[in-house]
């Protein structure tokens, strides 16, 4: 009999490539998780990158029950809520949104860019936390610390920790969101709790992930195999690569999604749309809101 040993780095089990679809109004997106082949990659249950120019954008609708991540790579995203929150996000800027029991908003891009080009990504709450009272948590590129561990290899720590660098963003749902920069022919491990799912999105360039050096591409979701390994081994050969690190903490709880409300349960789910329609339980504000920029 052979014994079984958990193996030094995490590797690959799914690469998957996303095409442009629509979504939203005139919006051009990339769908990551949340696709057919990638659904709910618990406790992840959507990563977009999108692409808006003038004539579209998320005009005025709801959430509930998950938190919203927008992570702006290029132009600016204008965002206004029910509850008078408004602001712009630009470049390398972030915006961590707990919807929690509802928020009505509408996220616009700035007329005058030319396109905005981030990442959406959603984390589902666990059921403590999917009636909280809604947050945000908002950072500057300049405010998101880096991790330098060698040179040519730079990652932005939005959640979680990297080489020693803690993001002090406050994830309800344990999470690890990364930014890497890597210059061509550099070798980096990323350490990963051994519970955690995730995956890789690669927005740029070529990397070589596991002992098995699986090639990652542009635009192809690479997901992280369960093996309980605290490793992950990423490699640049002979091109630059930027890439997110996503992980985090299975819920294992039940999902039931309907569009932009994210349940435990189909009866919370009808609840939901009875609260939304008669402005109730989070929705009071909504009555007779519109903003000003959709
Ligand atoms: O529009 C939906 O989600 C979004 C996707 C993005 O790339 C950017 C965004 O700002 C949003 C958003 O604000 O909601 C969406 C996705 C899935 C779904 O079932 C919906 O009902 C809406
Ligand atoms: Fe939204």
Known sequence: MTATSTPLSRSI??????????????ARVRRSIGRPELRNHDPFLMLDEFSVDK???????????FETVTYMLEGQFRHEDFAGHKGTIGPG???WMTAGRG??????????????HGLQLWINLPKEHKMCE????????????????????????????SHGVKSQVYTRTPTMYLDFKMDKNKTVTQTIPSTYTGFLYMLK??????????????????TLSEDGATTVKIQTKDEDAHFVFIAGEPLKEPIVQHGPFVMNSSEEIYDTFVDYQNNKNGFERARNWRSTIA
Do not use: C, W
């Not at 089990?13 to 005139?26: A, M, N, P, R, W």
């Not at 004539?55 to 029950?65: E, K, L, Q, S």
């Not at 360039?205 to 690479?222: M, P, Q, S, V, W």
């Open 134 to 161: 809604p947050q945000y948590q908002e950072l500057l590129d300049g405010q998101i610390p880096r991790a330098t561990p060698q040179d040519g290899v730079v990652v932005k720590v939005i959640a979680g920790e």
């Open 103 to 116: 928020i009505v908003h509408s996220e616009m891009p700035v007329k005058s860019q030319t396109r905005a």
């Open 13 to 26: 089990t799914k690469s998957v490539l996303s095409g442009e679809q629509s979504e939203g109004v005139g």
């Open 205 to 222: 360039g070529t990397a070589y992930i596991g002992d098995k050096e699986f090639e990652g591409k542009a635009h192809h979701t690479l």
């Open 55 to 65: 004539n579209g954008g998320f005009p005025d609708h709801p959430h509930r029950g």
């Open 93 to 95: 800027d972030l915006q």
